[in-house]
């Protein structure tokens, strides 16, 4: 197993920083790029747009807004796998289509997606929005979602073997 999360806020360079990574990996492997967003308006219906644009065609891409542990336990260990990004995805499986979920639900999903990475011989590189240096929201669901998306980033950080923190373009290694 090797897991490298890289964290940081919005627009932080994260994903650009994620995606040298990848490229920058050996030749030999597989690079797979599972893209979590759904288009729900225009607006992500650009930004995923310009992240297709700026990716290229050297990646093979995967649609996957929830069954994340499913998709990652069918990588070897000749793919290089970037996951963008668990913060939508948390968004995803808390939302689920419409359908409420009660936070058993959600540290299910999460503990599922921990034991994924934990059994993969891949190489993966997960991007992950840290949340928790804002105000606490006044909202109960965005409560939620910010809650959970704080454990999941914990949980996923003790499986890394690297955590990198990335702010105004620039990584900063957490660990490993």
């Excluded at 897991?3 to 492997?29: N, W």
């Amino acid at each position: 197993m090797s897991v490298h999360l890289i964290l940081g806020g919005a627009r932080s360079g994260k994903s650009s920083f994620a995606e040298t990574l990848v490229l920058k990996a050996e030749a030999k492997l597989t690079r797979h790029y599972i893209a979590t967003a759904q288009p729900f308006d225009e607006e992500m219906e650009r930004r995923i747009a310009h992240h297709q644009e700026r990716r290229g065609e050297s990646w093979t891409e995967h649609e996957c807004p929830i069954a994340l542990a499913e998709l990652i336990s069918q990588f070897q260990a000749t793919d290089i796998v970037l996951v963008d990004c668990l913060t939508l995805w948390m968004n995803n499986v808390i939302y689920n289509q419409g359908n409420p979920v009660t936070e058993d639900q959600i540290r299910s999903q999460v503990l599922h997606l921990v034991e994924a990475l934990n059994a993969s011989d891949a190489k993966i590189v997960l991007v992950s929005n840290e949340v928790g240096l804002g105000v606490v929201p006044m909202g109960e669901v965005t409560r939620l979602f910010v809650d959970h998306a704080g454990w999941m980033n914990q949980a996923v950080a003790k499986v890394a073997k690297r955590v990198t923190f990335i702010a105004a373009g620039l990584p900063l290694e957490l660990k490993g």
